[in-house]
């Protein structure tokens, strides 16, 4: 992307450099985005670069910004979009801050309306689905690791991001229960907690005897076990490799029961059997409570819908 790509004034085509670039990006990186969301906003940033190129503009201004986002609806999903114009504001924004520009061009730019669909896009597995998956796994050293990755989802509500995330150390008692400090979805350090139910600890403790057998350095909990890669922490693609394949062996079908599916169940089941609001979006880790009612809504719908307060 070159500076002119970019540019509104001769005082902003001086600054604007990959320089300038990289300072914006550490800005984000010291404010406590992820890496992963770093990254998103590079390539979104990039994205906007090279469509500036391609239409000639070296002076964006609102005008053009919405174009960029109406060419991106006809290519993208609106999380795609969204995701794109965030990395454009928070540039622009940061040249404002620092006062190369007078005002940020994309301030007024809106995102792209999502579908008002309270669904989510993953199904829930049924109670013997969970269990037939959980009696996948064997008594090696990989189906105690496996085992124990699957309980922290379907018990504790864990991400795959959060599962690659997690460390040894991040294993912990708090009074008389045994927890997990979790680096949640987003975020930049283990700030957040799963218990694990009283039941699943000795599943745990079962894999992390394993674990320190293994005598990897590595401070990961969950590691590969395949010789190319032996002691090393699993990637997301690897966890989701693993779930994938003891959903088919458990026979667990259908194209919306996915790796997330784990996490979707054990909030809905938290639900089902009266976890409170407040309980249900303290396990999940949910920062907006709005997420938490949508679950709850979710369930509701199908368990206790107004149609069967209906009588004539």
């Known amino acids: ?3 002119q790509a970019i540019t509104q004034t001769d005082h902003q085509t001086a600054l604007a450099t990959q320089d300038f670039i990289a300072r914006w990006l550490d800005r984000e990186r010291v404010r406590g985005q992820s ?31 919405a174009q960029f986002k ?3 609806k006809d290519k993208y999903s609106p999380q795609t979009v969204n995701l794109a114009l965030s990395a454009v504001r928070s540039f ?22 999502r579908s008002k669909s309270t669904r989510h896009k993953r199904s829930a597995l049924t109670v013997s689905e969970v269990r037939a998956v959980l009696d996948t796994c064997d008594q090696t050293t990989a189906g105690a690791r496996d085992l124990a990755m699957i309980v922290l989802m379907a018990y504790c509500g864990l991400r795959t991001i ?25 975020r930049i ?12 600890e000795p599943i745990i403790r079962a894999w992390l005897s394993e674990r320190r057998r293994l005598g990897s350095e590595d401070p990961a909990l969950f590691v590969s076990l395949s010789n ?11 966890i989701r490799d693993i779930i994938t394949g003891q959903f088919h062996r458990a026979g667990v079908v259908g194209d919306t029961k996915t790796t997330h599916s784990l996490r979707h169940t054990a909030i809905t089941q938290a639900i089902k059997n009266g976890g409170s609001p407040m309980q249900v979006q303290a396990m999940a880790r949910h920062a907006s409570f709005d997420t938490t009612l949508g679950y709850i809504h979710e369930v509701n719908r199908v368990e206790n819908p107004a149609e069967d307060l209906i009588i004539y």
Request: a neutral charge; glycine letters at 10%; hydrophobic letters at 35%.
């Open 1 to 3: 992307m070159t500076s």
């Open 35 to 65: 890496s992963k969301t770093i990254e998103a906003y590079r390539r979104g940033f990039e994205r906007f670069g090279h469509w500036l190129v391609s239409q000639g503009i070296t002076e964006p201004t609102a005008r053009t910004i």
């Open 70 to 72: 109406d060419d991106l």
């Open 92 to 113: 622009y924004r940061y040249l404002a801050e620092a006062g190369a520009i007078d005002y940020s061009p994309a301030g007024d730019v809106r995102g792209v309306k």
């Open 162 to 186: 959060e599962i690659h995330r997690v460390n040894i150390d991040n294993l912990g008692t708090e009074g008389e229960r045994m927890v997990l400090h979790v680096q949640g979805k987003g």
């Open 189 to 200: 350090e283990a700030d957040e907690i799963a218990v694990i139910p009283r039941s699943q």
């Open 228 to 238: 190319r890669t032996l002691g090393q922490r699993l990637s997301t693609r690897a």
